[in-house]
């Protein structure tokens, strides 16, 4: 009974209705979907480990840095020279994400006109 009755409401009967040309253009188009959020996922996981090496320190890149530092000198920094550092750079990405989102508005409201 489930049977006959997707044989009437189903995809499969709707593709039928639609016709052949059609249905393959929907499968190439769920395929190119496809393929492009899995390229928007690949340029987006790319993107965040390079700004994730920055040398910024709220980023690995500063701890990079640091432990470079560290080995080149043969001291350890303190640990309230470290703190410091690590709240100069947690302000200096909070006033980048503020100026940012700045622009981003003053550019939609700029469209928008």
């Not at 409401?9 to 395929?31: C, P, S, V």
């Amino acid at each position: 009974s489930q049977d006959v009755r997707q044989e009437f409401t189903g995809a499969a009967r709707a593709a039928l209705m639609i016709g052949d040309i059609t249905t393959l253009g929907l499968e190439n188009d769920t395929a190119s979907g496809f393929r492009a959020l899995w390229y928007l996922l690949g340029v987006v996981s790319i993107s965040l480990g390079i700004v994730n090496l920055l040398p910024l320190p709220a980023f690995d890149g500063a701890q990079v840095l640091t432990s470079l530092f560290e080995w080149i000198a043969g001291r350890h920094i303190q640990p309230r020279t470290y703190w410091i550092l690590q709240l100069v750079g947690i302000g200096t990405v909070f006033c980048i994400f503020v100026f940012l989102g700045f622009a981003d508005m003053l550019h939609f409201l700029s469209i928008r006109r």
